[in-house]
């Protein structure tokens, strides 16, 4: 049985910094494409970023690229995100995905099959 868990949430100030980080048991990292995704408050659940299977491609929204950066440690069987110059709008539940599917990557939730609960990270301004 496949386990995501987060971890790394809470409260920031505008232009803060957090790091996300989601531990995998069950399998290794490397069988999956792995993607953050978010659900803002009152919103559907939106894409943030995905990493390849290989680790060799990363796909990030507008709305994060040049902010927020993935990574991950097959070591460890992790996979971080790292948030810089947040602000209100990154308020949101984050939650972790592996895809077997999909193992290039995939702006699309439905891709994805195993999620793990989620972490709150919340911004003021």
């Known amino acids: 049985q496949v386990s995501l868990v987060e971890s790394g949430g809470g409260l920031v100030q505008t232009g803060g910094s957090l790091r996300l980080s989601c531990a995998v048991s069950g399998r290794t990292i490397s069988s999956y494409a792995m993607g953050w995704f978010r659900r803002a408050p009152g919103k559907e659940r939106s894409f943030v970023v995905a990493?390849?299977?290989?680790?060799?491609?990363?796909y990030y929204s507008d709305h994060v690229k040049g902010r927020f950066t993935i990574s991950r440690d097959t070591a460890k069987n992790t996979v971080d995100l790292q948030m810089n110059d947040l602000d209100p709008t990154d308020t949101a539940v984050y939650l972790c995905?592996?895809?077997?599917?999909?193992?290039?990557?995939?702006?699309?939730?439905?891709?994805?099959?195993?999620w793990g609960q989620g972490t709150q990270v919340t911004v003021s301004s």
């Open positions: 990493i390849s299977w290989s680790g060799a491609s990363t």
């Open positions: 995905a592996a895809s077997e599917r999909a193992v290039g990557g995939s702006y699309y939730y439905g891709e994805y099959d195993y």
